[in-house]
Structures are given as structure tokens and as C-alpha cells.
């Protein structure tokens, strides 16, 4: 079984100031995730060419697809078609397909040269189409470029994630219990110890209010066929230390 | 003047499976610009110890400040500060100022083996302290490790940047305009070339529905006393371009 692994690169100053909430990520991820894609970092970098270039290099070697979000509209601050292009040693220029879409889509006249600016792309790029707002993001080897702007970004990725080779989707099953986390840590450490094709993690929460909490154990495997053993032997071992379970 | 920088390090598997939308990375980002610190790179990197101690060297070179979140409390999963005492060559042993606290917290009988393992830390480091859960961070060299959980996380953070040797502010001011980002891009892009000390960042957002849209402009500095002047020329350039301004 093959399986598949994947990076994101976040560009935006506007995440690293805090002024931003970034939710492409975790979009990105979680639908990585059902289509048995695994996501093995994620990295928000600046705006700067030479980071860009950097990184997208990096990644394009480490991992089977990088997908990017933000930095390419119009404005002198997007420069990540232009860093992709110095990247992958290609040209930099008008993408005709590009360009016949975007000036279909504006009014007569209003095709200014800011926005032809969204038509630049690198050379020999794979167009990903935009059913919001037109200008295209591209698959250059095997990089997926898309915008930032989260409604946009999460259509053109649904459109990406069709036609990518998908790798068997990883099994997960997530057990709630109202015990404390450490009460339950060395048998858990037990069960791991014996599964080791699964990982299991284990997720505290407290309400701090009432003074109650709890465990959310997080079963995962991207190799086994059924995680029913595994969950039967927690479920046997939350019971024995008196506590109540729920599948979530 | 000195600029101090900053790297996080969101330590999970749980966010790159999509499970859970990090927040800890936003809030720390708002918390450091504020701090006049300036947050150069986010990454999230997976539960492997390998990747922690790789991840924890290179950002304590690269940054004058480090921040880790997760992986610091009780279970198996729990691999930080394994890792931190590894990266930085010193022993993983019980803090007995950590442990005299974690005592004194949990009920007669209730600090079992998992709960001692919070505190066992790498040797030297000096105690970030918890005043909701007990379980304390700690400080290494020039790494903070900080714990996952958000509520606890934040509360931690504000003790931390207290005590930190903080920057100058960095200067923002936000202009919103209802003109389309195409519209402003060259002008931008003219301002920007005349005050090389500022970025100036172009965030457009689209209402699908309305069909309506705009652009918020951010002006930031982390070095000129004052924006006025930029603030004055962007607004000058909106009104020629007949659209309406606003100040956020």
C-alpha cells in the first residue's frame, strides 16, 4: 500500500501579525485526511521571495503534493506565481488560458493591467479553475497554488482533490471518557505498546467552571483494516477504572 | 534599535490530521506584535521526537525567542520535554519544584506515577507556573514550552511576556476601502516603492452574495514613529479613485 504525504505552505504576514485567524490549514487538512492523504506539516511563512522559494523547493522533495494558499491577486505584495516560477526554473509570464478567462469574466474595459497581473504564472503550469471570482491558481510538478481568500480556496480545492491519486483513508475512532487523563496514561501506554500500527492519542479537556473534564483517546491508522481490537481494549480498560465511555 | 524575533512550534498530530483548529498560533502571534516581537515563521510538526528535537534546535538558533505548545502532559504521547532535555544535551529528571507543586495540588494519594511524569523536565530550566491546572511549563535557554491546551496556554502566555525583554511595538493602522483591489493595485504599489521602511498589505474580501467587496489596507512598521503620512497619501489616492475610506 502506497501511501500518500502532503505539506501546506501558508504565506501571509497578515497570519504571522496575528491580525488573520488562518482556517485554510485545518480545511486543507481535514480533507487531506478522508482522502487518505497524509498531512505531515505545515509551515506559515512571510512574504518574502527568497523564504518562498525556499520552502517550496523543501517541500516540493519531501513531500508527494505541497499545496499553498495566499499571494496571488493583483497587488504588489502577491509574489508567489512569480516565486514559483524562480523555484521551478520557469518563465514568468502571461498564461493565455489564464488570461482569456479573466477577461471573459470582467467587464469591457475593466481588464486592467492589475488584474492581467493574475494571468502571470510560471511556465507549463496546470490551470486550477476558480467558479468564485475567476483568476485560476496552477499545479506546477507537484505543487497546487491557491489563493487565501478561504470561500475561494476551499472550492478550487474541493475541484483539486478530485482528480489527485488518493491513498486508502486513515481509520479513526475517537473514544470520550470522564476520566482524568493521568489516571488512564500508563494503560493507555499498555494498549499503544501492544498496537503498534495504530497511534493513539489522548486529548485532556477541562471545564474549569465546574471542575469536571475529561479524555477524548483518539485512535488512528493510516495501515490496520479495523480498530475494533484496539477499541475494545480501552473501552475494557475505562470500565476497570470506573469510568463512563462514549464513542464519539 | 533591536528587533526581536520569534518562531512557534505547534507540536500535534491531532491539528495536522484537521481534528482540531489551532488556535494557540493566533494568539501568541497577536500577543508577540503587540509585544513589539516580531513572529517570523509558524510550524506545525508532528508527535515524533526526531522532528521536535530538529525543529527546537533550529528555531532557538534562528529566533530570539522560541515558542512550543503541546505535548506536555501525562500519557505516552506526551513527548516534549523528552525531546527539549535532548536538543539541548541536558538530563530528563524530575524538577523538584515542579513536583513539590504538583503535590501539594492533587489530593492525598491522587500524584500517581503518570501525574509525576509533568514533572519531569530536562535539567536548568526555570518553571513557567500554572495557575489553573498546576502542571507548570518551563523555560530553556531561549525556548518557552508552553502546554496545548488553549485556556491554560493563554493564561501561561501572559506570565511569560511579562517578564520577556520586549521590542518597540510594531506600528499599524488599517485603511478600508470599498474599491476593488485591482482598482488601487499600481497606486499601491507607487506608495509602497516611496516608504521602503513600511510594508503595506492589500487584504481584499468578496461578499459572493451582495456581489460587493473591498479591501482592508495595512500599513505596519516596526521601525518609523508614525504612519500619518502614508496613512494621508493612501487616502488621497482612494478619493481619486472615487471610492469611499474608513479607518479600522
Not at 526554473?89 to 493574475?118: D, H
Not at 475567476?134 to 482533490?161: C, H, R, T, Y
Not at 481490537?229 to 470500565?239: G, N, Q, R, S
Request: aromatic share 10%.
Amino acid at each position: 500500500m502506497s501511501l500518500f504525504t502532503a505539506g501546506i505552505l501558508i504565506i501571509g504576514d497578515e497570519i504571522l501579525s496575528g491580525r488573520t485567524q488562518d482556517t485554510n490549514a485545518n480545511f486543507i487538512a481535514r480533507n487531506l485526511t478522508s482522502s487518505g492523504i497524509k498531512l505531515e506539516e505545515i509551515r506559515v511563512i512571510q512574504d518574502s521571495k527568497k523564504i518562498i522559494i525556499d520552502s517550496v523547493k523543501l517541500f516540493s522533495e519531501k513531500y508527494n503534493y505541497v499545496f499553498t494558499t495566499g499571494g496571488i491577486g493583483p497587488t504588489h505584495d502577491d509574489i508567489t506565481s512569480e516565486s514559483l516560477a524562480e523555484a521551478f526554473n520557469k518563465t514568468y509570464e502571461i498564461n493565455s488560458e489564464a488570461y482569456n478567462i479573466l477577461e471573459k469574466y470582467y467587464p469591457e474595459g475593466e481588464f486592467n493591467i492589475s488584474r492581467q497581473k493574475m494571468a502571470k504564472m510560471p511556465s507549463d503550469v496546470e490551470l486550477i479553475y476558480n467558479p468564485m471570482t475567476a483568476a485560476p491558481g496552477f499545479k506546477l510538478s507537484n505543487v497546487f497554488v491557491l489563493p487565501g481568500v478561504p470561500k475561494i480556496m476551499e472550492q478550487m480545492l474541493q475541484d483539486v482533490l478530485l482528480k489527485l491519486k488518493k491513498g486508502k483513508p486513515k481509520k479513526i475512532t475517537t473514544i470520550n471518557t470522564d476520566l482524568f487523563e493521568s489516571k488512564i496514561a500508563p494503560s493507555l501506554n499498555d494498549i499503544q505498546n501492544q498496537f503498534t500500527d495504530c497511534s493513539i492519542g489522548s486529548y485532556p479537556y477541562f471545564n474549569l467552571i465546574s471542575k469536571t473534564g475529561g479524555v477524548n483517546i483518539v485512535i488512528s491508522s493510516w495501515t490496520m483494516n479495523s480498530l475494533t481490537e484496539i477499541e475494545k481494549e480501552i473501552i475494557k480498560m475505562i470500565k476497570f477504572n470506573g469510568g463512563n465511555y462514549s464513542i464519539v
